[in-house]
């Protein structure tokens, strides 16, 4: 995807930190943290939304899912951790390539607004 932020780290036309990388997605530190740790994980393939996702797409996110605990120690996730994935204008997502924020390393308080 052209003017893509995520699309250019992936391609590493745009050279950012890439703390961890599969076939299916790579996983990169937040520029402006929201927690101790503030991971990005970010799939190789581009798409919006989880409304747009295909099938395929859906088996792309359950692996990313089930791959980020097994990075326990890499990213810190021992005392636990937090998932976000903002859709659309009202969460405020700021990217147009579905990400999963990785937030841990503090309690965290339960404040969705
Ligand atoms: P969202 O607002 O859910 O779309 O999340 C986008 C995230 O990307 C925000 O938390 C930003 O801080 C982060 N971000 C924006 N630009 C960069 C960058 N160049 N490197 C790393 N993270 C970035
Ligand atoms: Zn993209």
Redesign the pocket.
Known sequence: MENC?FCKFVSKEFK?EIVFENDDFII?????P?AKNHY?AIPKKHFKLLADMTADDACLLGRILKTIPTLCNLLRLENGYRLVV?QGDDA????PHL?V?ILSGQKMEWNPA
Do not use: E
Not at 28 to 32: G, H, L, Q, R, S
């Open positions: 932020l950012t990169i530190k937040d520029i402006a929201k990005l903002n405020g997502q700021t990217v990400h924020h």
